[in-house]
């Protein structure tokens, strides 16, 4: 089954960009993925969902200064203008017929 | 608008069962894969199960750490999610979520408090 590592931790200043990485296990690289947001003692948010081709769907209400890319088995989530609302978990999630697992989560400071 | 609302959860001893609820609405929910999260204090999202839609037989598949004790259903009458959870360990203990996957989009309820404990 699939496997997704993502950096425990990131920071980036007010009003600058981040990319967050997410890694697919080998032979899994084609997945698509979705990311998630999670602010401080709140529920998850769905952010997007991403597939291997480039092509992602956004959730509703989701500001276009979060982006995603990808680049072989990294799938990268990337908000530009940084808030401070932005501080927050942010968790990648795959899937197949039989599974689905979500990565570590990654703790964005915004400075 | 989305709106998925959790219930069910509380208190309960090792050994015991309890079923959560996720009534949705605003969305397809018939035409929609239906998903159980939860997370540990202080921890991570761990996957707990799906089941898919009637026009894939609602099958369903559960991680391994549930397989065997959890069961979930759905009523696409009701617009409802259920999380039957049996044979409850200490380690369940979690906030459990429900959320929907429409194959586009998806969506997150609030959460229910789960405490297995003596």
């Known amino acids: 089954q699939p496997v997704l590592t993502q950096s425990s931790s990131a920071s980036a200043s007010l009003g600058s960009s981040v990319k967050l990485t997410c890694t697919l296990s080998s032979g899994h690289s084609s997945y698509t993925i979705a990311w998630h947001q999670q602010q401080p003692g709140k529920a998850p948010r769905y952010l997007m969902k991403f597939e291997s081709s480039g092509s992602y769907n956004k959730g509703s209400g989701v500001p276009d200064r979060f982006s995603g890319s990808s680049s072989g088995a990294d799938r990268y989530l990337t908000i530009s203008n940084l808030q401070s609302e932005d501080e927050a978990d942010y968790y990648c999630e795959t899937w197949d017929s039989n599974t689905r697992v979500f990565g570590g989560g990654t703790k964005l400071t915004v400075l | 608008e989305v709106q998925l609302v959790e219930s069910g959860g509380g208190l309960v001893q090792p050994g015991g069962s309890l079923k959560l609820s996720c009534a949705a609405s605003g969305f397809t929910f018939s035409g929609s894969a239906m998903l159980w999260v939860r997370q540990a204090s202080g921890k991570g999202l761990e996957w707990v199960g799906r089941?898919?839609?009637?026009?894939?037989?609602?099958?369903?598949t559960y991680a391994a750490s549930v397989k065997g004790r959890f069961t979930i259903s759905r009523d696409d009458l009701k617009n409802t999610a259920y999380l039957q959870m049996n044979s409850l360990k200490t380690e369940d203990t979690a906030v459990y979520y429900c959320?929907?996957?429409?194959?586009?989009?998806?969506?997150w309820g609030q959460g229910t408090l789960v405490t297995v404990s003596s």
């Open positions: 089941i898919r839609s009637k026009a894939n037989n609602y099958a369903t």
């Open positions: 959320s929907g996957r429409d194959g586009v989009t998806g969506y």
